[in-house]
């Protein structure tokens, strides 16, 4: 199964900005669309934003404009710059790899934004 490594989380205040970074080292990263997802206390977990193979993005409505993805396919990673923070982003954010409308990784433990009012 695919495995994943996500980092860059960490607290900030409202308004701030983090750059989260998201590792798939063991797959054929090119050919995946990569997601970044998240989940919030009590709630379930969201697709915030992907990108295909072929660079094509999409995101959340409650993100667009302040986020984006990106993705390196040689150092096989994704991206995720995350500007003007809200303290409704607060959730643990997971990346994970798609493939034929499945996803393919496991879910590790994600990476911990916190935004403070």
């Known amino acids: 199964q695919v495995q994943l490594a996500e980092s860059g989380g960490g607290l900030v205040q409202t308004g701030g900005s983090l750059r989260l970074s998201c590792q798939a080292p063991?797959?054929?990263?090119?050919?995946?669309?990569m997601g970044w997802y998240r989940q919030a206390p009590g709630k379930q977990r969201e697709l915030v934003s992907s990108?295909?193979?072929?660079?094509?993005?999409n995101y959340a409505d409650s993100v667009k404009g302040r986020f984006t993805i990106s993705r390196d396919n040689a150092k096989k990673m994704v991206y995720l710059q995350m500007n003007s923070l809200k303290p409704e982003d607060t959730a643990v954010y997971y990346c994970?790899?798609?493939?034929?409308?499945?996803?393919?990784?496991?879910w590790g433990r994600g990476t911990q934004v916190t935004v403070s009012s």
């Open positions: 994970n790899a798609v493939l034929s409308g499945v996803v393919r990784g496991s």
């Open positions: 063991g797959i054929t990263f090119s050919i995946y669309t």
């Open positions: 990108i295909t193979s072929g660079g094509s993005t």
